[in-house]
């Protein structure tokens, strides 16, 4: 019979299993890494933050960069860093409610390209988690190409409306920006081959 | 007769003039800016920098709010962060050699978000030297929200290709991309009006 009282609060973080302590790990490490960037943070502060020893965070992760790179994948459970380009997506990128949620990976990226290392580990994640996925829907040439460039499209909107909250698009004006936007999308997503049957260029 | 020497090196710091000491903590500003983001540097360290005394940096600028503000004027000077968006300019953001010299303004925004101050300062700015410019060379409706889009999309090329890297926007196939983005661009900048003659919407 264990001499714990059921009752009692959860036990201390040093006591954790090993799932949970990575799992606290990684929340401390979004939260961290979202606010300051790679180079604005420190492995110590992410274990303290946590409540876990810090010689311990190299038991687990090894490295701050393979921290950074779990975390990361973290930021996609609940929402992927680059929505899905669809139909709607020019009305869904230009109005919905500004929220912190889905910017985690976007801060995560904008704030950690000082590091070389961050920023390889950064491009990688985009490439496999945005730009493969959306290519294969892609018809036509150059559709890898393709793909980064409405990602980057995506991801300007994301800083200029989103982070810094540019007037014009987040005022009333910017719902009308919608066909102009979903326009520009189908200039890069549609096929340019002027025989093939006109299409967004986006299955599904 | 001054008892100089006319062949010593330049007088220290604390000797120059009003406006040499100016320049000098502008220039160390935007170095430790573009490099670490507005949170991620202190007034001691750009004065300690540019060789002045940190308690002299209040009698320039009053607050480091306003010291960024003048530092990002300063990126302007050799490079406009949002370049203007002519017929050209798709060829020049997908093909032009990636470098640093054009990047400090945009690494200046990225990297200072996290500080309110310094967003509401970067927004001005870029609607100021980027958005208003554009926008009185567009016509039709929404001109000011669709020079923003257009930023936007200039932006989020940055992102991906220059600061990131991203293989597709940097191997032989970005160049393929060129008439794309043009198509992306007229999507925006031209008018809707379907009774207007076709144009880039883009004069001179």
């Known amino acids: 019979m264990s001499p714990r009282n059921p009752a009692s609060p959860a036990p201390p973080a040093r006591r954790r299993d ?7 790990l990684k929340h401390a490490a979004l939260e961290a890494f979202t606010r300051s960037g790679y180079d604005g943070v420190g492995l110590r502060q992410i274990a303290t933050a946590a409540g876990v020893d810090p010689r311990l965070v190299g038991r687990y992760f090894g490295s701050k960069a393979e921290l950074f790179a779990e975390t990361l994948e973290l930021t996609t459970e609940s929402q992927p860093m680059v929505p899905p380009i669809t139909q709607d997506a020019a009305a869904e990128l230009l109005t919905r409610p500004r ?5 985690n990976g976007y801060l995560m990226t904008i704030r950690s390209t000082s ?3 961050a ?13 493969e996925p959306l290519a294969a829907r892609l018809t036509g040439p150059h559709r890898d190409a393709r793909a980064a460039l409405l990602i980057a499209i995506n ?10 909250g540019t007037t014009a698009l987040t005022n009333e004006q910017a719902k009308e920006l919608v066909p102009y936007l979903e326009a520009a999308f189908k200039a890069v997503a549609g096929s340019r081959d002027e025989d ?3 299409d967004t260029g986006l299955g599904g």
């Not at 929220?99 to 910017?103: I, M, N, T």
């Not at 920023?119 to 988690?129: C, Q, S, V, Y």
């Open 99 to 103: 929220a912190e949620d889905y910017l």
């Open 196 to 198: 093939a049957e006109p």
């Open 18 to 24: 090993s799932a949970a302590t990575k799992e606290a």
């Open 155 to 164: 991801m300007g909107i994301l800083l200029m409306r989103d982070i810094l």
């Open 119 to 131: 920023t390889a580990i950064l491009r990688e994640f985009i490439e496999r988690n945005g730009a």
């Open 115 to 117: 590091n070389p290392e």
